[in-house]
C-alpha cells in the first residue's frame, strides 16, 4: 500500500482517487482548503481522507497533479519544501482555452508544463503519464475497443517504475505502457492535447485516447 495525494478534487482527481482507493492505497483527496471541495469527491469513498492542498503534498509519499494546468506551475512551486524528495506525478496539460472553453494552445511552446515544473521542484522527481486521453480511460483503458498507450516521460527511472506500478492498478497492461524517456520527452505527449479539441467538438465526450498502432 502507498501513500498518495492528489491535488485536485475536479473530475480528474476524484477519479483516480476511486480507482487507486479501491486498489488498497491510502489516498488524501487535496483541495483550496480544508472545506474545500466536494460535493462530487466526498462519495468517491470513504477511505479517502480530505485536507488542504499543503498537508496532501506533506504527508503523502507520492502526490499527483490533478489542478488545471494553467495554474500548476504557480501552484506546486509554492509547494516546493513539502514536494522535496517526492515522487510528483504530471498528469495535466497545460493550456489556454478557445473560445468554447476547450483547449486552444499551449501555455508553454517549445517546453512542457512538466519540465517546467522539474525545473521549479529540483528536489522532486516529477513523472508526466496520463494525459493524452479522457478522464474516464485514466482509470478505465479497458473501455475502449482498440488497446490504448498511456506515455511515460521522466528523468528518474526509480521513479517511472513506481508510477508504472500504479498505472498497473489503475488498469494499464504492461504492452499498453510507453516510457518516452527523460522529461523533456513530456513535451511531446503535451502537445497532442492540440487534436483533443477537435475531436471533442466532433464526437462528444466520447472516451477515447491518443495512442500508438503497431
Known sequence: MTSIGILGTGRVGT?????LSAAGHHVTLGGRSP???TARAAGVASR?????QRTTARTTDIVINATPGDSSLDRLA????ELSGKILVDVSNATRDADDGLPGDLCHPGSSLAEKLQAALPETRVVKTLNTMLFMVMTAPEILATPPTVYVSGDDENAK???TGLLGDLGWQPAW???LGDISTARATEAM???V???????GFEPFAVSLAR
Do not use: C, M, W, Y
Not at 78 to 81: A, E, K, M, N, V
Open 78 to 81: 509554492d509547494l516546493r519544501t
Open 193 to 195: 492535447v492540440l487534436v
Open 48 to 52: 479517502i481522507a480530505f485536507a488542504d
Open 35 to 37: 472545506q474545500d471541495p
Open 161 to 163: 517504475k513506481s508510477v
Open 197 to 203: 479539441p477537435h475531436v471533442l467538438r466532433r464526437h
Open 15 to 19: 477519479n483516480l482517487a476511486g480507482k
Open 177 to 179: 505502457i510507453e516510457d
